[in-house]
């Protein structure tokens, strides 16, 4: 009779409390991994967009660095054109730069067929092609979802567009080096230069170029992984070094 009875109980099942409180904590450790889930991709998205738009926005500024450095070259001037060198209705700063880069050049020119350089190129700037790169302008476009960072090229082909992810971009000039602050509470730039800025482009032999990415939430707050809005300054500064090199 006993043997009977313990028989019976070892092939009895799981009893109606317990498999609620299985399924609860099935359900309770589902919920867990699922929200660290789409926390790790939320961040992961981040992340890589940040990447991104920091890497784009690096690449910018290194060529706006590199051909703004150059303005002024064999030009009588610091070669920023005053007209073209504002702030828009948006807060963006705009900059034009010209310099006669090719002043020298007797070597082949691909895009000329003579295969050198002529001498309206050499002595100007103002011959198609042969002149690209000479006088240039970079500024950012609302294109509506996201502002580009646009590179027009007078004599070279036309627009170009360098960075796809940015917030804002502004431009500092100053008659000497500057040091500031890049912790604003204003905006996404600069702030406290140590030297006056300018109002005048063309009297600058110090450009500082002020880039900010925005990086927009990802997920709703309270939500899992939750990221907030952030901005990131990037800045680059600039020595006009050909400004009155006649006088060096």
């Given at each position: 009779m006993n043997e009977q009875n313990s028989s019976t109980r070892r092939q009895a099942g799981f009893s109606l409390i317990e498999l609620i409180i299985a399924m609860a904590i099935t359900i309770a450790i589902t919920a867990i991994a699922g929200r660290l889930l789409a926390q790790s991709l939320n961040i992961r998205t981040r992340a890589n967009e940040k990447v991104d738009a920091l890497a784009d926005a690096q690449r910018s500024l290194n060529i706006m660095s590199r051909e703004i450095a150059e303005a002024g070259f064999n030009l009588t001037d610091n070669g920023i054109v005053a007209a073209d060198s504002v702030t828009d209705a948006n807060g963006n700063s705009t900059i034009r730069v010209r310099s006669n880069l090719n002043k020298f050049n007797t070597t082949?020119?691909?895009?000329?067929?003579?295969?050198?350089?002529?001498?309206?190129?050499?002595?100007?700037?103002?011959?198609?092609?042969?002149?690209?790169?000479?006088?240039?302008?970079?500024?950012?476009?609302?294109?509506?979802?996201?502002?580009?960072?646009?590179?027009?090229?007078?004599?070279?082909?036309?627009?170009?567009?360098?960075?796809?992810?940015?917030?804002?971009?502004?431009?500092?000039?100053?008659?000497?080096?500057?040091?500031?602050?890049?912790?604003?509470?204003?905006?996404?730039?600069?702030?406290?230069p140590s030297v006056t800025e300018l109002s005048n482009p063309t009297l600058a032999k110090y450009v500082v170029i002020a880039v900010c990415v925005a990086q927009p939430a990802v997920g709703a707050p309270g939500g899992p992984g939750y990221q907030p809005a952030t901005n990131v300054l990037l800045v680059s500064d600039v020595a006009l070094r050909n400004s009155n090199l006649l006088i060096y």
């Open positions: 082949g020119n691909p895009w000329y067929a003579g295969g050198g350089v002529s001498s309206g190129a050499q002595n100007g700037i103002s011959l198609a092609n042969e002149d690209a790169g000479e006088d240039v302008k970079y500024f950012v476009y609302d294109a509506g979802n996201t502002n580009l960072l646009a590179r027009y090229d007078v004599y070279g082909g036309g627009s170009t567009v360098l960075a796809n992810r940015l917030d804002s971009l502004h431009i500092h000039y100053f008659d000497q080096k500057a040091t500031y602050s890049t912790n604003s509470v204003s905006g996404c730039d600069i702030s406290s």
